[in-house]
């Protein structure tokens, strides 16, 4: 997945905030990689006092999410934690259950990530499933 790819592309420290076991195979170096095993909610403040504020230089969120709960208000929560210019990339799932409901879905969570980061750019990648968009850009 993303942590293993962001280690495998030199990334120093990635943090994979994940309440669910990681699995990782090949196993990679613990030094590059720390499972914070618990909600975002609670890992934000954690990692703030840690004296990590403005320091990720890239977030990724590809979570399975609740109904209710919007991605972009997960990344406008960790904004502390991201310096500027912090590349964002973001996974929106099960949107609808035809191609104009997905549109239709994805047009707001665009328009809110774009607020966050103008560059945006809405991809369908290979591993997205038909129902899944990626928001990439960078914060303003």
């Not at 120093?12 to 669910?20: G, H, I």
């Amino acid at each position: 997945g993303w942590s293993q790819n962001l280690v495998a592309r030199g990334c120093t420290q990635v943090f994979a905030v994940d309440p669910a076991v990681l699995t990782i195979d090949p196993p990679l170096p613990e030094t590059r990689l720390r499972h914070v095993v618990m909600l975002i909610q609670d890992a934000v403040p954690m990692l703030l006092a840690e004296g990590r504020a403005a320091s990720l230089s890239v977030y990724v969120c590809d979570m399975v999410y609740q109904p209710h709960t919007c991605p972009i208000a997960i990344l406008e929560s960790c904004l502390a934690l991201l310096a500027p210019r912090a590349l964002c990339i973001v996974t929106l799932k099960a949107l609808g259950n035809s191609f104009a409901a997905v549109e239709a879905a994805v047009a707001p969570k665009v328009e809110a990530f774009r607020r966050l980061c103008p560059d945006a750019q809405v991809m369908h990648l290979m591993a997205n499933r038909e129902r899944e968009r990626t928001l990439i850009g960078r914060l303003a």
